[in-house]
């Protein structure tokens, strides 16, 4: 994968060129907390029939750097990452897809910078917290995720399955981005969502129960968002139903070309 280079050290990204030629937006996947981009493995050779895909790691997540100093895992330094891998390529206008966390700072970046997002596509992913008390709860649970993989090491993922435990370069990455990149600081995503005004598919795992809720919200909020749950499926349902998801996926991006 190629590397760009970053204030913070560089970040690994890849493009999957359409399979062939295309003026659709490309697509920009971001992976979730703790997994790295080869988590839409199941996704990416659906996706690029028609347009080009850029995936990517986060700092301090798979072959991306990890560096010491933690003011480096910020959210304001993921979506520069985001938009400094946009210019590289020369997009302009680009769906965003993400995970989870990929998904929160999808919808961070449609907020800070909406003419250059075509679309939005939200995989198990939460718009954040209004109440400072919620919020607080999400923090701390954020920074024991830290302390066990600080305690424990890479084993403290757990065995997710969009978990790809043996491309980490270094857990210590991942214990700055507990401590750093997954705490939310403010309501500004979640209250922004009315202002949305592209298209989004908020897709969802039926198992995904701490999750549910938030898909339900942000599709109500969204104004042109549809929501899809998605049977048989948990936190990634893209990896655990990779055919129906890819499937909807490649509806709603059909939609929008």
């Given at each position: 994968?190629?590397?760009?280079?970053?204030?913070?050290?560089?970040?690994?990204?890849?493009?999957?060129?359409?399979?062939?030629?295309?003026?659709?937006?490309?697509?920009?996947?971001?992976?979730?907390?703790?997994?790295?981009?080869?988590?839409?493995?199941?996704?990416?050779?659906?996706?690029?029939?028609?347009?080009?895909?850029?995936?990517?790691?986060?700092?301090?997540?798979?072959?991306?750097?990890?560096?010491?100093?933690?003011?480096?895992?910020?959210?304001?330094?993921?979506?520069?990452?985001?938009?400094?891998?946009?210019?590289?390529?020369?997009?302009?206008?680009?769906?965003?897809?993400?995970?989870?966390?990929?998904?929160?700072l999808s919808l961070s970046f449609a907020l800070d910078?909406?003419?250059?997002?075509?679309?939005?596509?939200?995989?198990?992913?939460?718009?954040?917290?209004?109440?400072?008390?919620?919020?607080?709860?999400?923090?701390?649970?954020?920074?024991?995720?830290?302390?066990?993989?600080?305690?424990?090491?890479?084993?403290?993922?757990?065995?997710?399955?969009?978990?790809?435990?043996?491309?980490?370069?270094?857990?210590?990455?991942?214990?700055?981005?507990?401590?750093?990149?997954?705490?939310?600081?403010?309501?500004?995503?979640?209250?922004?969502?009315?202002?949305?005004?592209?298209?989004?598919?908020?897709?969802?795992?039926?198992?995904?129960?701490?999750?549910?809720?938030?898909?339900?919200?942000?599709?109500?909020?969204?104004?042109?968002?549809?929501?899809?749950?998605?049977?048989?499926?948990?936190?990634?349902?893209?990896?655990?139903?990779?055919?129906?998801?890819?499937?909807?996926?490649?509806?709603?991006?059909?939609?929008?070309?």
């Amino acid at each position: 994968m190629p590397k760009l280079t970053r204030p913070c050290g560089s970040i690994s990204f890849d493009v999957i060129k359409a399979a062939q030629h295309t003026t659709a937006p490309a697509l920009m996947l971001s992976h979730g907390f703790g997994a790295t981009s080869a988590m839409f493995a199941p996704n990416v050779p659906t996706l690029a029939t028609h347009r080009d895909v850029i995936t990517w790691d986060l700092r301090g997540h798979g072959a991306s750097a990890s560096p010491a100093d933690p003011q480096c895992y910020s959210a304001a330094h993921a979506l520069g990452d985001m938009q400094a891998i946009l210019d590289t390529l020369g997009v302009t206008r680009a769906v965003l897809g993400g995970h989870s966390l990929g998904g929160y700072l999808s919808l961070s970046f449609a907020l800070d910078h909406p003419d250059r997002v075509a679309g939005l596509i939200l995989i198990g992913t939460g718009p954040g917290f209004r109440k400072d008390d919620a919020r607080d709860a999400w923090n701390r649970r954020a920074h024991a995720t830290a302390q066990r993989l600080s305690q424990e090491g890479i084993a403290a993922l757990g065995d997710s399955s969009e978990l790809h435990r043996e491309t980490h370069a270094d857990v210590q990455g991942l214990v700055q981005a507990a401590n750093g990149t997954l705490v939310q600081r403010d309501a500004r995503v979640i209250d922004g969502l009315p202002d949305i005004r592209v298209p989004a598919l908020v897709i969802v795992g039926e198992g995904d129960k701490n999750f549910l809720a938030a898909a339900d919200y942000m599709a109500a909020k969204i104004p042109a968002a549809r929501e899809v749950v998605i049977p048989d499926a948990g936190h990634a349902a893209n990896v655990d139903q990779p055919q129906r998801v890819n499937a909807e996926m490649a509806a709603f991006l059909a939609d929008l070309s």
